[in-house]
């Protein structure tokens, strides 16, 4: 089985919220795949489907995002899986925004989901890193990441979440590249 966790915060106040980029993008996957319900699991909240021959788990964890690993860990040992079954969906202040690149292993960059993941599993696990965008300057990080979607971003946010889940069966698969190259396609339409 397979792990795929989105990130963010719990809570309709956070729900646009770039950092909840995570979230979107795995109740997008559980949408387009007929995933079953939502329902409460490992300190969060879980949906079990198929993507192909692929049984996946989508993960939100209901902790907030500096304490996400703790849920991703619980899963994890539930079970029995190892570090290489863990995609973790999240968004990427240094990547342009609505661009999508995935990844196994690396650094943190600061980010406080993917270091708590990081401390409760190890390294290295995928990530799929979302873009979100650096505001410019360092002091106006935070109210960049912990602010809604602007009005005019929720087309090309729709379209990236589409073109994710669209995709998905390549993730599933392990081909990364294939994943990586159909989402930008599909963006260009």
Avoid: C
Avoid at 56 to 65: C, E
Avoid at 118 to 139: D, L, Q, S, T
Wanted: hydrophobic share 40%; charged share 25%; glycine share 14%.
């Amino acid at each position: 089985m397979q792990l795929w966790v989105g990130l963010g915060n719990p809570g309709a106040q956070y729900a646009l919220h770039r950092h909840n980029v995570g979230f979107m993008a795995v109740d997008a996957i559980a949408e387009v795949h007929g995933f079953g319900p939502e329902k409460k699991g490992f300190q969060g909240w879980i949906r079990e489907g198929r993507i192909g021959s692929h049984k996946i788990l989508l993960l939100k964890p209901a902790t907030f995002m500096n304490e996400s690993g703790r849920a991703i860990g619980e899963a994890l040992r539930f079970y029995k899986g190892d570090v290489g079954d863990v995609t973790v969906f999240h968004d990427e202040l240094d990547l342009a925004p609505f661009k999508v690149k995935v990844k196994t292993g690396g650094g943190t960059a600061g980010h406080n989901g993917l270091r708590s993941t990081e401390a409760h599993i190890g390294n290295p696990f995928r990530r799929v890193r979302i873009g979100i965008g650096h505001p410019g300057h360092k002091e106006r990080v935070t109210g960049h990441v912990l602010g809604n979607y602007a009005k005019a971003e929720m087309d090309d946010l729709a379209e990236m979440l589409g073109a994710m889940a669209a995709e998905a069966k390549w993730l599933a698969d392990g081909n990364d590249a294939r994943f990586m190259s159909d989402v930008a396609l599909r963006q260009q339409d």
